[in-house]
C-alpha cells in the first residue's frame, strides 16, 4: 500500500463530516497537539484547509482560498520580523565565534562554551527557521524529504545543544566558586563536554530522521503540495501516536523544566556565595575587582538563562493547552498565534550576543573591533581588543599571574587562587 493510500485510508471515515471544523479537531490533536517542533501546525492543516472544504482532496474546490493563508500585508510584516530576526542571530552569533577564536586570551572554559552555543544558534537561525518560515507561511513543502528530515533533525539537536551547553556553563561556574579548591576544567575536557552535548542531542534527535516524511499531491488544477510530517509506527487511523506524544513529553522534560530547575539551583547557590561573602581582613583592589567581575559574568548568565526561559515557555505551553483543548486548532487566530509563538522561541538565537555585548566590556570591544569598518555604527569608546587581552570574567586558563585570597563564607574560611 502507498503512503498516499494509506494517508486516504487513515482519514476516510473523517471525509464524510459535513464540517471542516469536526474534520480539523479530529486530525489536530495527534499533529499540533503531540508534535513539538516548528511546521507541525501545517502539516496536515494546511492540506486539510488548502482544500477550503471538508475533504482533504475535494478537488473539486481546490482553488478556493485557504483560510490559513494570510493577507499579503500581514505576510511582509511577518517576514519582516523573521528575516530581521535570522539577521540579527547568524549575524551576531558567528561575530561571538570571531571574538572568541581570533584572540587567544578569549579562548577560555566558559567562552568556549558560549562559541559552542553560538554555533547551535547559527545553525538553528540559517538551516531551520528559513525553511519552516516559508512552510508555515505557505502550506508548502517545496525543500524535498531529505532535507524535511534534516531540518527538524536540526531543530531537535540545537535545542538539546542550547540548553545542554547553558548546563554546563552554570555548573562550571557552580564549581569555580561554590568549590574552588576543586580541580579546574581543562579545555580538552571542555572539548569533550562539547562534543558529548552534540552525541547526545544526536540521539534525542534521531526520530526526527527516522520518521519525519512528505506526503505529495496534485491537483487537477496543476498545483502541487507537499506536507512534510511525522509518521509514527504506531500511529493509529485518527492520526494519533502514544509513542509520539511520550517522546514529545519526555523531551519537554528533559530540554526545558529540568535544565531550567537544575540551572535555577546552581545560579541560586552562586548568587549566595558571591553576593553573601566577606573577606577577611583588608581586600585589595585586585581582589575586589575580581570578585566584581565574577559577579558581572555570572549576572550576565542569569540573565541568559532568564531569557531562554522566557522565549521557550510560550512555545511548551501551547503545546500542552492544544493537547487537551484540541478544538483550538481550529480557531481562526490559531495561525498568527502559533507565528507569534515561534518567532518569539526561535528569537532566543539573537538575543545572546546582545547580551553578551551589553554585559560584558570584553565581548562589546570586539563587536567594536568588528564593526570598526562601519562609519555608521559606534559601540562604545573602549579601546579595540587586542589579541593578547586577558579575560577576567573567569580564571584564567592561560597561566596569568594569580594571588591568593582568604574568604570567609558561611563562617568557614580558606584559601582560594583569584586571578589578577
Not at 499531491?217 to 485518527?238: A, K, L, M, T
Request: hydrophobic fraction near 45%; aromatic fraction near 14%; proline fraction near 5%.
Amino acid at each position: 500500500m502507498t503512503l498516499e493510500e494509506t494517508l486516504l485510508q487513515s482519514v476516510q471515515p473523517i471525509l464524510n463530516s459535513s464540517t471542516s471544523g469536526l474534520l480539523l479537531d479530529q486530525l489536530s490533536p495527534s499533529i499540533i497537539g503531540s508534535t513539538t517542533w516548528p511546521g507541525a501546525f501545517y502539516e496536515l492543516d494546511g492540506f486539510i484547509n488548502g482544500t477550503g472544504n471538508a475533504s482533504l482532496f475535494d478537488d473539486s474546490d481546490a482553488q478556493n482560498s485557504n483560510k490559513f493563508i494570510l493577507p499579503w500585508w500581514r505576510q511582509i510584516i511577518w517576514t519582516v520580523l523573521f528575516a530581521g530576526m535570522i539577521v540579527v542571530a547568524t549575524g551576531g552569533n558567528l561575530i561571538v565565534i570571531w571574538i572568541v577564536l581570533a584572540h587567544k586570551r578569549m579562548r577560555t572554559v566558559t567562552n568556549y562554551f558560549l562559541v559552542n552555543l553560538s554555533i547551535a544558534d547559527a545553525m538553528v537561525s540559517t538551516l531551520n527557521v528559513i525553511f519552516n518560515y516559508t512552510y508555515m507561511l505557505n502550506s508548502h513543502w517545496p525543500f524535498g524529504n531529505l532535507y524535511c528530515k534534516i531540518s527538524q533533525f536540526i531543530a531537535v539537536i540545537t535545542i538539546c545543544a542550547s540548553v545542554f551547553t547553558l548546563m554546563a556553563i552554570s555548573i562550571d561556574r557552580y564549581v569555580a566558586i561554590v568549590n574552588p579548591l576543586k580541580p579546574r576544567m581543562g579545555k580538552r575536557t571542555t572539548l569533550c563536554i562539547a562534543l558529548a552535548i552534540w552525541a547526545v542531542g544526536a540521539v534525542l534527535s534521531l526520530p526526527m530522521l527516522l520518521f519525519y516524511t512528505t506526503f505529495t499531491h496534485n491537483f487537477p488544477n496543476g498545483e502541487v503540495r507537499v506536507i512534510c510530517y511525522p509518521s509514527w509506527p504506531d500511529q493509529d487511523n485518527s492520526g494519533q501516536s502514544y509513542n509520539e506524544y511520550l517522546y514529545n513529553v519526555i523531551f519537554m522534560i528533559l530540554t526545558y523544566f529540568l535544565p531550567i530547575g537544575a540551572m535555577t539551583f546552581t545560579y541560586a547557590r552562586i548568587g549566595v556565595e558571591l553576593w553573601g561573602s566577606q573577606s577577611i581582613g583588608e581586600a585589595t583592589q585586585r581582589q575586589l575587582d575580581n570578585i566584581r567581575n565574577k559577579r558581572r559574568v555570572v549576572k550576565m548568565m542569569m540573565v541568559v538563562v532568564m531569557i531562554f526561559a522566557v522565549c521557550w515557555l510560550p512555545f511548551h505551553v501551547y503545546f500542552i493547552v492544544t493537547s487537551y483543548l484540541p478544538h483550538l486548532t481550529n480557531e481562526p487566530y490559531i495561525q498568527e498565534l502559533y507565528l507569534a509563538i515561534y518567532w518569539l522561541a526561535m528569537s532566543n538565537s539573537m538575543y545572546n550576543p546582545i547580551i553578551y555585548c551589553w554585559m560584558n566590556s570584553r565581548f562589546r570591544r570586539g563587536f567594536a573591533q568588528f564593526f570598526s569598518w562601519c562609519p555608521l555604527v559606534r559601540i562604545g569608546h573602549e579601546p579595540a581588543l587586542s589579541r593578547s587581552e586577558a579575560v577576567t570574567s573567569r580564571y584564567s586558563c592561560a597561566g596569568s599571574p594569580e594571588i591568593r585570597a582568604r574568604i570567609s563564607r558561611n563562617g568557614k574560611s580558606f584559601s582560594t587562587v583569584i586571578e589578577s
